[in-house]
């Protein structure tokens, strides 16, 4: 072809499906569980990068967002003959570093009640700072859209956007929300997004 | 789907990739989770089948004449346990309290080094398991079941 293509355009010129990170998870889960004891290498590889997402949401800096995806993947380790549907895999360890994120989030507000929250969500630490800094104006004008929301709305957003199939139910749970009222916030609070944007990135 | 479906979708994606862009993961956390997995496994390897009986540290089973057998008795949190006898040709052992399905459980008795062999074996109804095997040096357990394993650390013989 004589030009780069990438994975995704790669596998659908073959005609394969594009393979999600959640079936490569369910598939190295099994091939884990089986006694294939390289295949949780890659379990960790396809899943971390996601649970930076699912934890950051919480407004933890580096550190601690690092300290509950450990703890995350020491309970898979623990626990993981707990779970009886391997393609639900990817979920448990969401649903899990979710809790420890909320858990963590509460005990920080504990300890530190005048914290600027919004502060907090633009900035998350002095390293994304730096990168605040390298934002185009377009990503610039979103974060600030994005900041300018409330705290609820954030993490529920950034949640989302890193779930294949969000589990409405566990994530009612974390966000104190009904699970019949996720759908609609969504909505609502991505019209919240749109609104700060069209006033100008809300910041 | 309707127009604003496809507009929200949009957004989400797009926010999806500014946090992809502009909060990406430390550039080691993989390699340190990958890290802090491999040594979690290996603590589990050597808690998981507890060895809290061995004939060997017993004077006892010398003096009834059990001289020839190695008695060794693992124990796991969960709270069942395995009985492993050790005597000449044969390993037999039973595993005991455990609930679950019999059928599906695989013991495999391994030794290391130069005389590095491996003999597995399913149980009967009763739990009960035999294997012909002479394992010499050191030893190890290792119970598969429902895509689990649960090793002993290695035993010197």
């Known amino acids: 072809m004589g030009t780069m293509v990438t994975m995704s355009e790669r596998s659908r010129a073959e005609g394969q499906p594009d393979e999600s990170p959640w079936s490569k998870a369910s598939g190295a889960f099994i091939a884990w569980r089986s006694g294939d004891a390289r295949a949780v290498d890659e379990l960790v590889s396809t899943m971390t990068p996601v649970l930076w997402h699912v934890v950051r949401a ?83 004008r979103l974060w600030g859209a994005v900041a300018s929301v409330d705290e609820r709305c954030r993490k529920l957003l950034r949640v989302v956007a890193f779930m294949d199939r969000p589990d409405y139910q566990s994530l009612s749970q974390d966000l104190d929300m009904p699970v019949g009222s996720i759908g609609p916030t969504r909505a609502r609070c991505l019209a919240k997004v749109r609104t700060a944007l069209a006033k100008g990135g809300g910041r | ?79 069942w ?16 309290d455990f609930d679950g399905d019999m059928g599906s459980v695989e013991v495999v008795v391994e030794t290391r080094g130069s005389a590095a062999e491996l003999w597995r074996a399913g149980l009967d109804e009763f739990g009960f398991f035999s294997i012909e095997a002479r394992p010499a040096g050191e030893v190890r357990f290792t119970v598969h079941y429902r895509g689990n394993a649960v090793s002993s650390r290695w035993v010197q013989l």
């Open chain 2, 81 to 96: 346990s395995l009985d492993a006898e050790i005597d000449g040709d044969q390993v037999r052992g039973q595993l005991l």
């Open chain 1, 58 to 140: 919480y407004g933890l800096d580096r550190q601690a967002a690092e300290d509950v995806i450990q703890s995350t993947w020491l309970g898979l380790v623990r626990h993981h003959q707990t779970i009886a549907d391997p393609q639900a895999v990817a979920s448990w360890l969401i649903t899990s570093a979710r809790r420890g994120a909320a858990a963590h989030a509460r005990s920080a507000r504990r300890a530190d009640p005048v914290e600027d929250e919004s502060l907090h969500a633009l900035i998350p630490d002095v390293e994304s700072a730096e990168a605040l800094a390298m934002l185009d104006d377009e990503a610039a």
């Open chain 2, 1 to 79: 789907m309707t127009e604003h479906d496809t507009g929200d979708n949009a957004l989400l994606e797009e926010l999806r990739d500014m946090w992809l862009t502009y909060d990406p993961p430390p550039s080691d956390l993989v390699a340190t989770m990958i890290a802090a997995v491999a040594a979690a496994e290996l603590d589990q390897e050597w808690e998981l089948l507890v060895l809290v009986r061995d004939s060997a540290e017993e004077a006892a089973a010398q003096v009834r004449g059990l001289a020839t057998a190695r008695m060794l008795y693992f124990t796991v949190a969960e709270g």
